[in-house]
C-alpha cells in the first residue's frame, strides 16, 4: 500500500472515530464517562490535525477552497432562520398546551 493511501485511510479513520464520541459524548448521562470521551476526543482531534497537517505538506490532501464572505452570510442567514422556526415551534407547541389548559379550565 502506498503512503499515500495509508494516511488517506488514517485520516478517514479518525474522522470517523471523531464522528462517533461526538454521538456518544451527546447522548451519555454519566459525567465521569462524558469527561473521559472527551478527553478522548480532544487526543482524537490533536492526531486527526497532525495527520492533516503531513497529508496536506505532501500533497496527500488538498482542502476544499476557503467559502466567500457571501457563502458565510448566506449560511448564517439560514441557521438563524432554521433556529428561529425551531424556538418559535416550541414556544407555539408550550403556548398551545396553556391555551388548551384554559380552556380545561374553564369548562
Do not use: F, W
Not at 499515500?4 to 456518544?24: E, F, R
Not at 478527553?39 to 500533497?59: D, H, V
Not at 452570510?73 to 391555551?99: D, F, H, I, R, Y
Amino acid at each position: 500500500m502506498q503512503e499515500k493511501m495509508m494516511v488517506t485511510d488514517a485520516l478517514n479513520s479518525i474522522n470517523a472515530g471523531l464522528k462517533s464520541l461526538a454521538d456518544m459524548i451527546s447522548q451519555t448521562e454519566d459525567q465521569q464517562l462524558r469527561q473521559t470521551l472527551v478527553q478522548m476526543r480532544n487526543g482524537a482531534e490533536t492526531c486527526q490535525q497532525e495527520l492533516y497537517t503531513i497529508a496536506k505538506s505532501k500533497n496527500y490532501y488538498q482542502p476544499a477552497q476557503k467559502a466567500t464572505q457571501e457563502e458565510i452570510m448566506s449560511v448564517k442567514e439560514l441557521v438563524n432562520t432554521l433556529t428561529s422556526q425551531s424556538g418559535q415551534a416550541s414556544q407555539g407547541g408550550q403556548a398551545g398546551l396553556s391555551g388548551q389548559h384554559g380552556q380545561n379550565h374553564m369548562r
